[in-house]
């Protein structure tokens, strides 16, 4: 599983690209593998308050995929959040963990307070 802290900036378009691995270091094939990821407070909040956010998988062959957040997206409160990516394999309805962290959601000047 891939360890991540992000760093982003509230109110902004933010996207950022991983490679899924497996235990030796070789690419996992993604093809066919639902990806969703979210983020929220704490790993404890309700699922009501947590933010789905897109999953793009170019070609799944080689691992690749990408979290993408568009403004509204990252229009959070500032602070610490944690996120994750899971994906279930269609075929053998097996559930892994693929990304995950802690992010961090920096004050944006031209954003007014109450709009997030």
Request: include cysteine.
């Given at each position: 599983?891939?360890?991540?802290?992000?760093?982003?900036?509230?109110?902004?378009?933010?996207?950022?690209?991983?490679?899924?691995?497996?235990?030796?270091?070789?690419?996992?094939?993604?093809t066919?593998?639902?990806l969703?990821?979210?983020?929220?407070?704490?790993?404890?909040?309700?699922?009501?308050?947590?933010?789905?956010?897109?999953?793009?998988?170019?070609?799944?062959?080689?691992?690749?995929?990408?979290?993408?957040?568009?403004?509204?997206?990252?229009?959070?409160?500032?602070?610490?959040?944690?996120?994750?990516?899971?994906?279930?394999?269609?075929?053998?309805?097996?559930?892994?963990?693929?990304a995950?962290?802690?992010?961090?959601?920096?004050?944006?000047?031209?954003?007014?307070?109450?709009?997030?």
């Open positions: 599983m891939i360890k991540q802290l992000l760093n982003i900036e509230q109110a902004c378009s933010f996207e950022i690209e991983f490679q899924a691995k497996d235990k030796l270091g070789e690419p996992i094939d993604l066919g593998v639902t969703v990821g979210r983020i929220k407070k704490a790993y404890g909040s309700p699922e009501s308050i947590a933010k789905s956010f897109a999953i793009s998988v170019p070609t799944g062959i080689d691992g690749w995929f990408s979290i993408v957040l568009d403004s509204n997206d990252t229009n959070m409160e500032p602070g610490t959040y944690v996120w994750d990516v899971i994906g279930e394999e269609g075929s053998t309805n097996v559930i892994n963990k693929y995950g962290g802690q992010a961090i959601i920096y004050p944006s000047v031209t954003i007014p307070i109450d709009e997030y």
